[in-house]
Each structure stands twice: as structure tokens, then as C-alpha cells.
């Protein structure tokens, strides 16, 4: 009887730990005595029938490093009906009886129209953004948030040697959760998220209160999902007369080697979603719950909604005075 053979895929926006959640999948997978192919470029690798197959040592030396060996991308063309018979075709053809699909909501659409084609996904959550409702946890989180706070951290200095205010937007897309961390980490004064509405005299009256008791230089967080840093240094400045920068931190939150936290989860999620296919399971999304892994129905993850922490943005204000 020949071997199962499953796939994986990265697709959407890439987060590091992606390459560690790939050598779990492709290790796993082979040492359950399956066979593995890697696809390229997201669904659009299914569609053109552009993978290979992955052996051992293929995935070695990958494990810390950030980014995609398998590349991804944004396919269009997938959400066609006839982009996804041309991937169900090339699957049935490479005899694909499952794919591993890493990314993030859209990706597990993604993954749910394939499972209802007849090739069974599984999801893992892989975004720096932390805002995957069904998951406390989503690979690439820790490692961004990391970088975050370092960069904040070199513009502190100069901030502090001007006695300047630094307006920083980090990345998040929708979600403040990567806003709010990297807030308490680097001891922003203010840290502005898409989940609570904000008021900018809200901002200026704690950075004149904080001024009072002799703080001379700010950080001020804005989530992505706010922007427009330009415009809120700009009103700090006119209001306060504190030389106020906007920087935006962008996509090198998306790079670099893989945190620890990172690493593990990675593999320890492709490590499950391995476990499901060899059982024939798919339509479901891997999932952190209360630090262990589980798994969810992908129409019931997709429908969750995402909570914010509002204790931790209340302790946040609390310690920023
Ligand atoms: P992310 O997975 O990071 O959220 P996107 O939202 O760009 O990124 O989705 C990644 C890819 O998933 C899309 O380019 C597309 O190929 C596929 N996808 C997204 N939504 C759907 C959908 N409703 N049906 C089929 N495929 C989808």
C-alpha cells in the first residue's frame, strides 16, 4: 500500500516561526511514516501545481530562522471557483489526501472552501498580530512584540536625550494586542488601540500631569489600526510644545530569528495539526487554549470573536503615571 501524503503551505502575511511550524509538520509527518510535499507560494503553488516533496533534511538548519522557506502569498485567483478546482485537481493528481495550511483568517477561508472540496485542511494560526479569536496565541506574536519593544527602546534614548515625545505605530492590522504589550514593555505614557475609544486631550492631560512630576520625555503607542501617527505628534506638539516624532516601526516587525515562545508553539502546533490529518480529520484550525493545544471547527473559529484585555490595558494606564 503506498504512503499518505499530506502538504504544507504558507500563506497571507508571513510571521516568524513559520519555518519552525513547517520542520515540525514535514519531521512529523515522515517520522508517522507519511510523505510530505511542500507547496510554494500559498494556495497559488496548489493552483499551479508548483511543490515538492520535503524530505528530512530539507528543513534543516530552518528552525531559527524568520520568514518562509516555502514563500507565500496572496492568491486571488484561489478564490475563484475555478482556482480551487485547479488546486482540488493538482491534489488528487500529487495525491494529496490532506494540507497543513499556516496562516491567518484568510488563509483558514481558505483552508474551509478546500475541506469542502474533499481535501481535508488544518489551519495553524501563524501572524504577528496575535488576532486569531479561537487562539490565545498565534506564531510569529512573541517575536514581534520583541522586536517592537527594542526599537522602541533605541527611540527612547534619543527621545530622551531631547526631551522629545515619540509617537510609534506598530503593527496589528485591527487588532491592539501587539500595541498594548509592546506599550507596557517599553513604559509608553499612552498606548492607543483600535479596542477603546480614545480621546487625544485624554493623551495630552496625562503627558501634562506626568510632565508635573518631572517626566521630561513620552512614548506614545498607536496601533496600526489607529495610524496616523503624523497628524497625533503633530496636535501633541501644537498642544503641549513638546518636540513630538511619529516613526513607524513597519515590516521589520515581521522579521527576524524566532523567539523561544515562537519556536515551540510552532512546533508544537504542526505537530498536532499532523495528528489530525494522519486520523483523516481536517475543516479544523490549531489552537492555544489555556497553554495547551487544541483544535476547533474552522466555521466555529472563524465565527469567534476576539477578546481584549482590558485588565491588562487597565494596568497599563495604571502604571503609566
Ligand atoms: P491572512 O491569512 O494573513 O489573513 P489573507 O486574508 O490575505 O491573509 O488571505 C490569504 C489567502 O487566503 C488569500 O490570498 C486567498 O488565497 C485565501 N482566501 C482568503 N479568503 C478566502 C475565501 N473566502 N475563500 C477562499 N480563499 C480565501
Avoid at 13 to 21: K, L, R, V
Avoid at 137 to 153: E, H, K, L, R, W
Avoid at 188 to 207: H, W
Amino acid at each position: 500500500m503506498s504512503k499518505k501524503k499530506i502538504a504544507v503551505l504558507t500563506s497571507g502575511g508571513d510571521a516568524p516561526g513559520m519555518n519552525a511550524a513547517i520542520r515540525s509538520v514535514v519531521r512529523t509527518a515522515i517520522s508517522h511514516g507519511m510523505e510530505v510535499m511542500g507547496v510554494y507560494r500559498g494556495y497559488n503553488g496548489l493552483i499551479s501545481n508548483d511543490m515538492k516533496p520535503m524530505q528530512l533534511r530539507d528543513v534543516s538548519d530552518i528552525i531559527h530562522r524568520g520568514g518562509t522557506i516555502l514563500y507565500t502569498a496572496r492568491s486571488l485567483k484561489f478564490k475563484e471557483p475555478e482556482g480551487l478546482a485547479a488546486a482540488v485537481e493538482n491534489c488528487k493528481k500529487n495525491d494529496i489526501s490532506g494540507v497543513v495550511v499556516i496562516g491567518g483568517d484568510g488563509s483558514f477561508r481558505g483552508a474551509r472552501a478546500l475541506s469542502n472540496a474533499g481535501i481535508p485542511c488544518i489551519g495553524l494560526p501563524g501572524t504577528i498580530d496575535n488576532d486569531i479569536s479561537c487562539s490565545e496565541y498565534t506564531i510569529g506574536f512573541d517575536t514581534a512584540m520583541n522586536t517592537a519593544m527594542s526599537m522602541v527602546d533605541k527611540l527612547r534614548d534619543t527621545a530622551q536625550s531631547h526631551d522629545r515625545c515619540s509617537v510609534v505605530e506598530v503593527m496589528g492590522r485591527a487588532a491592539g494586542d501587539l500595541a498594548l504589550k509592546t506599550g507596557i514593555a517599553v513604559g509608553a505614557t499612552y498606548i492607543i488601540v483600535p479596542e477603546r475609544q480614545f480621546s487625544l486631550d485624554e493623551v495630552i492631560e496625562r503627558m501634562e500631569r506626568t510632565r508635573q512630576s518631572g517626566k521630561k520625555h513620552f512614548i506614545i503607542v498607536v496601533a496600526e489600526g489607529i495610524g496616523g501617527v503624523d497628524e497625533i505628534a503633530r496636535k501633541i506638539e501644537e498642544a503641549t510644545g513638546i518636540e513630538s516624532r511619529a516613526t513607524v516601526l513597519g515590516h521589520v516587525q515581521r522579521g527576524g530569528s524566532p523567539t523561544v515562545r515562537d519556536r515551540v508553539t510552532a512546533s508544537r502546533m504542526g505537530y498536532h495539526a499532523v495528528q489530525l490529518l494522519e486520523q483523516g480529520i481536517g475543516n479544523r484550525v490549531v489552537a492555544v487554549e489555556h497553554g495547551k493545544i487544541v483544535d476547533y471547527d474552522i466555521s466555529e473559529a472563524l465565527n469567534m470573536k476576539k477578546t481584549f484585555d482590558e485588565e491588562l490595558y487597565q494596568v497599563a494606564l495604571d502604571i503609566s503615571i
